[in-house]
């Protein structure tokens, strides 16, 4: 499968990005999906998952009440909508699938992975 992963750009404090990931290669309503980040000198860090029906989602604490993820099946494609972005946002933000319907938080627990989408959030 791969997935490409696209939205990342260059925004102020207080503003929104929509990241989508679009998947091809294999069956997509079938995969649990995540998004993940990785900062600067940092490790890759969990920020939101969603089961192949978007019957359970999990975010982050980092993002809860702030970003929203969904997906859409008939395009192949999951969302990660970023509201209210932080300078602590900035990271090279990656969407990953995995060979399970559920959603998982663990990075180790997914398949496939996008090249990911750079977001810079600047103060």
């Known amino acids: 499968v791969q997935l490409q992963a696209s939205g990342g750009g260059l925004v102020q404090a207080g503003g929104s990005l929509r990241l989508s990931c679009a998947a091809s290669?294999?069956?997509?309503?079938?995969?649990?999906m995540g998004w993940f980040r990785q900062a600067p000198g940092k490790g890759r860090e969990f920020v939101a998952t969603i089961s192949w029906n978007s019957g359970r989602i999990y975010y982050a604490d980092s993002v809860k009440g702030r970003f929203t993820i969904s997906r859409d099946n008939a395009k192949n494609t999951v969302y990660l909508q970023m509201n209210s972005l932080k300078p602590e946002d900035t990271a090279v933000y990656y969407c990953?699938?995995?060979?399970?319907?559920?959603?998982?938080?663990?990075?180790?627990?997914?398949?496939?992975w996008g090249q990911g989408t750079q977001v810079t959030v600047s103060s």
């Open positions: 290669g294999r069956t997509f309503s079938n995969s649990g």
């Open positions: 990953a699938a995995r060979s399970g319907s559920d959603y998982s938080i663990l990075a180790t627990n997914y398949d496939y």
